[in-house]
Nanobody, 121 residues
Framework: QVQLVESGGGLVQAGGSLRLSCAAS????????MGWYRQAPGKERELVGT???????NYAERVKGRFTISRDNAKKTVYLQMSSLKPEDTAVYYC???????????????WGQGTQVTVSP
């Protein structure tokens, strides 16, 4: 069974930094995309950013220049380095991946359990 396991959330003051990690466990054939979404209280889940296996990234406008996504393909791990954090970045952050478990498998999306990030003023 494939799972995404996140770590690294917590409480930080505005202007601070935090790093999230997410590792895919279980047998996988390929992981075309890994990235992050977030959901604030009372709001819909929104894209933070993603990275494909070639290293191409896609960021939400509101995090560009402050957040950086990186991947370690050998470790099936994606990271989210967050800097210059603002109170409006407070949310549950979810790891997301598009994966194929074996050669003939269709690409499916998977979600982590979520990790809370709280930015105090």
């Amino acid at each position: 069974q494939v799972q995404l396991v996140e770590s690294g959330g917590g409480l930080v003051q505005a202007g601070g930094s935090l790093r999230l990690s997410c590792a895919a466990s279980g047998s996988t054939f390929s992981i075309p995309s890994m990235g992050w979404y977030r959901q604030a209280p009372g709001k819909e889940r929104e894209l933070v950013g993603t990275m494909n296996t070639d290293g191409n990234t896609n960021y939400a406008e509101r995090v560009k220049g402050r957040f950086t996504i990186s991947r370690d393909n050998a470790k099936k791990t994606v990271y989210l380095q967050m800097s210059s954090l603002k109170p409006e970045d407070t949310a549950v952050y979810y790891c997301h991946a598009l994966m194929r478990r074996y050669y003939a498998d269709a690409v499916k999306q998977y979600w982590g359990q979520g990790t809370q990030v709280t930015v105090s003023p």
